[in-house]
């Protein structure tokens, strides 16, 4: 499974081992996606032990309008952890003691339901744990974030819509599995615009390509220009409107694997030329060397009243169950082609 692998690579990076088998309980855990229960002493999570950890589970989700933290938390000690609490999806022990020779991290699934994650931070003493804590942060996020984008990639695959499946195949070369309740709303030889309403929410999803002539493909610039001419097909609420990038931040790019394929991913806000609606969009992007084009997920959430870390988060899910099984050739000379201004 994608989990094993991934859980795999935080292994190799920082250490994390494997707490014990895998259970298979009959109970459905509960909670809300990046809902997170802490389970250690009351005086330590309201010291500087909990400072710590705060710093690390509250820090800002990126790219969103307003402050929403990677994880909601709730804490409770060891002795009044039991019952339903132990349902809960996201479980992080903290445990510090003679007993521990190291600070260390290691995880258990589906422990007393299921689906669920279980990480213990161990140490000797509260500095020791807390310095191995700040030093791999990122690493103890992304455990649980693994855990929850294959939550959102199982439900994605579960309900899938077949007819929107195939027709995105068909144009495309591509499989991606979009859930029942998306809609397609418009459609061109090289466009497609995917959505999903609801009152308040809107989430899209947009996929196009086009060839692959360009030396500065992969840059962000190029890939901004071409966004622009493609989501530029999206109306805004008033005639004349269109979808468009902002200009408030400039997008973050960086390079992730999905399904053993480099893709491109772009982060940013998006706005309505001449309107007054906006939010986050995630944007991937690779190249399809049999066909030598570009393929192009973008992502994009409006939700003016509710959060949207849990959307954006939703769709980026759905992007990493992207395959472009035609494509037999495994690398382009990028040294061939021009360079376009």
Partial sequence: MKKILLFALLAGAVGFTSCGERSNPLRTSTGKPYELF??????????????????????????????????????TNEEQFINLLRMNRNVLFYRTGSAYTKPEMCAEYDKWANPQIVVYLTGPTDSAAMAYADEHREALRQVFDIAELDRFIYRAQRFNDKEITDRVFDQFG????????????????????????????????????????????????????????????????????????????????AQVTINNRIWFMSQGFWDVKGGFMGGPFTSYSTANATTREVITIDTYVFSPKYDKRNY????????????????????????TLPVEE
Avoid: C
């Avoid at 950890?53 to 804490?75: C, H």
């Fill in 312 to 335: 954006v988060r939703q769709l980026q899910a759905i992007a990493q169950t992207a395959l472009i099984p035609g494509d037999t050739i495994h690398s382009i000379d990028f040294s």
């Fill in 174 to 253: 591509l499989r991606i599995n979009i859930p029942k309740g998306y809609k397609v709303a418009a459609e061109h030889p090289d466009f497609m615009w995917i959505r999903y309403e609801a009152p308040l929410i809107s989430q899209g999803i947009v996929i196009y390509k086009y060839p692959l002539t360009n030396r500065r493909t992969f840059t962000e610039p190029y890939l901004l220009k071409r966004r622009n001419e493609f989501v530029s097909l999206i109306p805004g609420p008033n005639e004349g409107t269109y979808m468009t990038t902002s200009d408030v931040m400039i997008p973050q790019l």
């Fill in 38 to 75: 802490v389970v250690m002493p009351d005086d330590k999570w309201e010291g500087a032990v909990g400072d710590t950890l705060r710093s690390i589970l509250w820090e800002p989700f990126p790219m969103v309008n307003q402050y929403e933290p990677f994880y909601a938390t709730f804490q």
